[in-house]
């Protein structure tokens, strides 16, 4: 049973992970209406969910996700119906609400990028905690090559990742980079054969659970408001973060567990 009902997207939860498939594959997985509308959904119900520890986004078939659906720019259907005013409207209300959600979550989203990330696929990724690439893995911010801007958030994402002068030649040129090269950049955090992107993805998987799940959204919320912050706001807001985990439960499990020798039973609070 899917954990939202969308036409283009299967959700499944799993041993306190939800695992989502964007679901196109005649498309590569380009974005429709009902795409957008089920991944904002799915991420956010994740959020408050306790049986869900983190999620895994992936795409169906041989892409994870092509980005902007070419048919419907050239026939101005969907997102991409009505004049500049209507299209503004749309994406604010449409595809921009992707990353305004995943910024909104502070358990992990992992991408598992099976195939090619292209434009909106390349910033989905973007968006995400971490994300393992298939050896087939290919990325590329092409808007200017169709004369658009990434207007989905990709020019806020991307260079936090890859840094700005990358950044600005993957924007500038359009160029395709494959696995290796992402790895290289930092857009990876690794590479995998294709028979084994899952195997190595639950090996993400499994490490995040081993730590504790307030402490983790904390940290994780403690690195995205670093974005923003100068050091002293930002040493504010660690030493009100610190003074909160360190009285939960779960802090006093891991010490206990630790003098022990065994591994700590996290309540999440």
């Known amino acids: 049973m899917n954990y939202v009902d969308c036409i283009h997207l299967l959700s499944e939860v799993k041993e306190e992970v939800l695992w989502i498939s964007l679901n196109r594959p ?3 997985n380009a974005f429709s209406d009902e795409m957008i509308e089920g991944l904002v959904k799915a991420v956010k119900k994740a959020e408050t969910d ?5 999620t895994v986004i992936t795409g169906s078939g041989k892409a994870f996700c092509a980005g902007g659906d070419i048919k419907a720019m050239e026939e101005k259907t969907g997102m991409f119906a009505g004049d500049s005013i209507e299209l503004k409207e749309r994406y604010q209300k449409g595809i921009q609400q992707i990353p305004l959600a995943i910024e ?5 989203i992992i991408a598992m990028v099976n195939g090619a990330a292209i434009g909106a696929g390349l910033d989905l990724a973007c968006m995400c905690d971490i ?3 298939s050896e087939y893995a290919k ?5 200017a090559k169709l004369a658009l801007v990434p207007g989905d958030g990709g020019s806020y994402f991307l260079q936090r990742i890859v840094g700005f002068s990358k950044a600005m030649e993957m924007t500038l040129t359009g160029s395709i980079y494959n696995a290796v090269q992402a790895k290289e950049m930092g857009l990876l955090n690794e590479v995998a054969e294709a028979e084994d992107l899952e195997s190595r993805v639950q090996v993400y998987i499994d490490a995040i659970k081993l730590t504790a799940p307030k402490a983790q959204a904390m940290g994780k919320a403690a690195l995205k408001a670093a974005y923003h912050e ?3 706001p930002m040493l504010e807001t ?4 610190q003074g909160e985990t360190q009285r939960t439960d779960d802090h006093f499990e891991a010490i206990k567990a630790f003098k022990e020798k065994r591994k700590p039973v ?3 609070h």
Request: zero cysteines; aromatic letters at 12%; charged letters at 30%.
């Open 50 to 54: 306790p049986k869900i520890r983190l």
């Open 238 to 241: 660690l030493s009100t973060y």
């Open 230 to 232: 100068e050091l002293e």
């Open 131 to 133: 994300r393992i690439g």
């Open 139 to 143: 990325f590329g911010e092409t808007f």
């Open 266 to 268: 996290w309540k999440g």
């Open 104 to 108: 909104s979550v502070n358990k992990p």
């Open 26 to 28: 005649e498309a590569m």
